[in-house]
Nanobody
Framework: QVQLVESGGGLAQAGGSLRLSCAASGSIFGINTMGWYRQTPGKQRGLVATITTGGIINYADSVKGRFTISRDNTKNAVYLQMNSLKPEDTAVYYC??????????WGRGTQVTVSS
């Protein structure tokens, strides 16, 4: 079982920056993918960015060029640097862990609010 704890959410002005962190603990081993998803009320949770153990990265088109995902495999941690924030980035951001053949694990989420 994997536990994920997010931190770093909060309030930012449009054009500003925030950095999210996620620490994983538990049964972390092998090749896996960690990432960030976000959700607003009434909408499905959607991809923000993912990164594999080997460093392969995938971004949602809406955040390309503004957000940067990274990970530290020695700390079982994943980060999301969010720059040039827009009001439409306002959402609850969830950390995700997935290993091939396993069930996904989710954090409890951290609120990001961007004011115009």
């Amino acid at each position: 079982q994997v536990q994920l704890v997010e931190s770093g959410g909060g309030l930012a002005q449009a054009g500003g920056s925030l950095r999210l962190s996620c620490a994983a603990s538990g049964s972390i081993f092998g090749i896996n993918t960690m990432g960030w998803y976000r959700q607003t009320p009434g909408k499905q949770r959607g991809l923000v960015a993912t990164i594999t153990t080997g460093g392969i990265i995938n971004y949602a088109d809406s955040v390309k060029g503004r957000f940067t995902i990274s990970r530290d495999n020695t700390k079982n941690a994943v980060y999301l640097q969010m720059n040039s924030l827009k009001p439409e980035d306002t959402a609850v951001y969830y950390c995700n862990y997935l290993r091939a053949g396993g069930l996904p694990a989710w954090g409890r989420g951290t609120q990001v609010t961007v004011s115009s």
